[in-house]
């Protein structure tokens, strides 16, 4: 959250690259298929513009057909077809669209993947055309309770970064 919509001027020393502008609706997901589907269903449903998914995996051909039955990809399609999702590209040095990583690969959904302050991809960043574009990673974020000033790294900081991007243009 504080990679995406850390405010401005809060004196320690990060921002989020949407501070200015973004409005945080903040859920946490047990990261099963069910409640990722509710999760962004209830974002969409209170208008969340943006949706940044900071995860994402592989999913095989049982994985895909389960995720048809249950109306995962349906649902995340049809909300990317009217919002702005973005989801990681993932952390396993593999081809986005040969590994089927999802939410990253459905329709509409912009796959983001990892890069240092040099540009060059992370050897650990997912890669390939399926990935929407390359955005910095290891980013300073506010103090969360535990550090005063944590890095937020791998692609899970990437989406958020695109993301806050994302809701300022809006």
């Not at 401005?8 to 200015?20: A, E, L």
């Not at 649902?75 to 040095?93: F, K, L, M, P, Y």
């Not at 990673?137 to 937020?152: A, C, F, Y």
């Given at each position: 959250a504080g990679t995406a919509t850390g405010l401005?001027?809060?004196?320690?020393?990060?921002?989020?690259?949407?501070?200015?502008v973004a409005k945080p609706i903040l859920l946490d997901s047990g990261m099963d298929d069910l409640t990722v589907m509710a999760a962004t269903a209830y974002a969409d449903a209170v208008g969340a513009q943006v949706i940044n998914m900071s995860f994402g995996g592989s999913c095989n051909g049982i994985c895909r057909a389960g995720r048809e039955i249950i109306g995962y990809?349906?649902?995340?399609?049809?909300?990317?077809?009217?919002?702005?999702?973005?989801?990681?590209?993932?952390?396993?040095?593999v081809d986005v669209n040969e590994e089927h990583i999802w939410p990253c690969r459905l329709d509409n959904v912009i796959c983001v993947g990892a890069h240092d302050s040099a540009g060059n991809g992370y050897s650990y960043s997912n890669y390939g055309t399926g990935i929407a574009?390359?955005?910095?990673?290891?980013?300073?974020?506010?103090?969360?309770?535990?550090?005063?000033?944590?890095?937020?790294?791998?692609?899970s900081a990437s989406a958020p970064v695109v993301s806050g991007v994302a809701a300022m243009i809006l």
């Open positions: 401005m001027n809060n004196r320690k020393g990060s921002v989020g690259t949407g501070g200015q990809k349906q649902t995340i399609e049809s909300i990317a077809s009217r919002r702005v999702v973005v989801a990681s590209a993932g952390n396993d040095n574009v390359f955005a910095p990673t290891d980013i300073p974020v506010m103090p969360d309770g535990v550090s005063d000033m944590p890095v937020h790294g791998g692609t």
